[in-house]
Nanobody, 120 residues
């Protein structure tokens, strides 16, 4: 059974930094892409950052220049370094991964979510 286990959320002051980690386990299939989404109260879930197995990156405009996504393929782990955090970054951050089987089928998985709160 595939599991995505997140860590690193918490409370931070505006301008501070946090680093989120997400480790995928329980899958013998290839990971095509991994990414981070967030959902603030009363808002829809949005993509924050994504990274493909080949290293292609994409970011939400609101986090460009402040957040950095990286990936350790050997550890099936994705990281999100968040700098210059703003109160509007407050949300539940969830890890997401796309998998591909040897026979061409794809499926995805979600982490349980980790709370990030930016407040003074």
């Amino acid at each position: 059974q595939v599991q995505l286990v997140e860590s690193g959320g918490g409370l931070v002051q505006p301008g501070g930094s946090l680093r989120l980690s997400c480790a995928a386990s329980g899958s013998r299939f290839s990971i095509i892409a991994m990414g981070w989404y967030r959902q603030a109260p009363g808002k829809e879930r949005e993509l924050v950052a994504g990274i493909s197995s080949g290293g292609s990156l994409n970011y939400a405009d609101s986090v460009k220049g402040r957040f950095t996504i990286s990936r350790d393929n050997a550890k099936n782990t994705v990281y999100l370094q968040m700098n210059s955090l703003k109160p509007e970054d407050t949300a539940v951050y969830s890890c997401h991964a796309d998998f591909k089987t040897p026979w061409g089928l794809t499926f995805d998985a979600w982490g349980q979510g980790t709370q990030v709160t930016v407040s003074s």
